[in-house]
């Protein structure tokens, strides 16, 4: 059985900082795409970044280049989105997924970690 477990959220005020961990069991994340993604309450789910699984190309939405970076511990099993400058609106809950394409759908996902950024 997979099993994608998200860590690391919280509160932090303007301009603070997080990292989200999504650590797998029952499936390697090294063979696959990984991708975090976030929903705010009353909006569409949106992909935040992504890791392509051939060559480890690192694809970001828009409104968090230079900002978030995606990463993955092969040996660990996790892959990490590290998260600087937060903003208020960055908050939402923010899932981890596995064994998809970038750009496209995956098949696993974890429950989600909440990331709040206010004062």
């Known amino acids: 059985q997979v099993q994608l477990v998200e860590s690391g959220g919280g509160l932090v005020q303007p301009g603070g900082s997080l990292r989200l961990s999504c650590t797998a069991s029952g499936f390697i994340l090294e063979n696959s795409a990984v991708g975090w993604f976030r929903q705010a309450p009353g909006k569409e789910r949106e992909g935040v970044a992504c890791?392509?699984?051939?060559?480890?190309?690192?694809l970001y939405l828009d409104s968090v280049k230079g900002r978030f970076t995606i990463s993955r511990d092969n040996a660990k099993n996790t892959v990490y989105l590290q998260m600087v400058s937060l903003k208020p609106e960055d908050t939402a809950v923010y899932y981890c997924?596995?064994?998809?394409?970038?750009?496209?759908?995956?098949?696993?996902w974890g429950q989600g970690t909440q990331v709040t950024v206010s004062s």
């Open positions: 997924a596995a064994d998809g394409v970038c750009n496209s759908d995956f098949a696993h």
């Open positions: 890791l392509n699984r051939r060559d480890g190309t690192p």
